[in-house]
């Protein structure tokens, strides 16, 4: 089956700092990748995307790189805010169905 | 636009039982994918209905069964409810079929079934 792993189960980071969470896939034929945000009680929320023909896309105030080389995927928090703090997954897909991430919890300081 | 809603939002079970989980889609959205959550696993995909046609089906035993009616609204059922069935059941809709690039999906709020 698919892995789509990320390195840190929990990242806590002070608020007005930048926050990276990282997620690793493995399936090289994977040309789409999301991340979500999963606040407690709710379903994850969409925050950005980005297709394999790319290695970088911004949007406000997220930023996810890929790597395919490694097969590394990344989203980078600008000014790290209280409402940041949540489970963030990534997921990808060759194609047919998305394999989801086990999810890394970020905590922002006050 | 109403999100994707997701009735009931919780529920208890005791094993050997079976249980029907409900999700209308945004309207507009054909493509209906049903996840289980569970602590540790992430979301692990069951199967996603385009059409009223179930176009892919994950890893998990004839037990979990879907159907979408012809208005995109779907079921899943589970049948002989065993105690490692609890969990967070999400469902999401989007446009077009998964795997469509910038095909953002819409995820419920989710119904957790807890199994006794």
């Known amino acids: 089956g698919e892995s789509v792993g990320l390195h840190l189960p929990t990242l806590s980071v002070q608020e007005g700092d930048n926050s990276i969470i990282n997620c690793a896939y493995s399936n090289s034929a994977s040309d789409y990748f999301i991340w979500y945000k999963q606040e407690s009680g709710k379903g994850p929320q969409f925050i950005i995307d980005i297709r394999s023909n790319m290695d970088k896309r911004q949007g406000q105030r997220v930023t996810v790189l890929l790597n395919k080389t490694v097969k590394h995927l990344s989203l980078q928090i600008a000014a790290t805010q209280p409402g940041d703090s949540a489970v963030y997954f990534c997921?990808?897909?060759?194609?047919?169905?998305?394999?989801f991430g086990t999810g890394t919890s970020l905590t922002v300081i006050p | 636009k109403a999100g994707v809603t997701q009735t009931p939002r919780y529920l208890i079970k005791t094993r050997g039982q079976q249980v029907t989980l409900s999700c209308s889609p945004i309207?507009?959205?054909?493509?209906v994918s049903w996840y289980q959550q569970t602590p540790g696993q992430g979301l692990q995909f069951l199967f996603e209905y385009f059409s009223e046609t179930q176009r892919n089906k994950g890893n998990f035993p004839g037990r979990f069964s879907g159907r979408q009616f012809s208005n995109s609204r779907s079921e899943m059922n589970v049948s002989t409810l065993e105690l490692g069935d609890s969990a967070l059941y999400l469902c999401?809709?989007?446009?077009?079929?998964?795997?469509?690039?910038?095909?953002?999906?819409?995820f419920g709020p989710g119904t957790r079934l807890t199994v006794l």
């Open positions: 997921a990808e897909t060759p194609g047919n169905q998305f394999y």
């Open positions: 309207s507009g959205h054909r493509s």
């Open positions: 999401a809709s989007s446009l077009r079929p998964q795997g469509t690039t910038y095909n953002e999906q819409f």
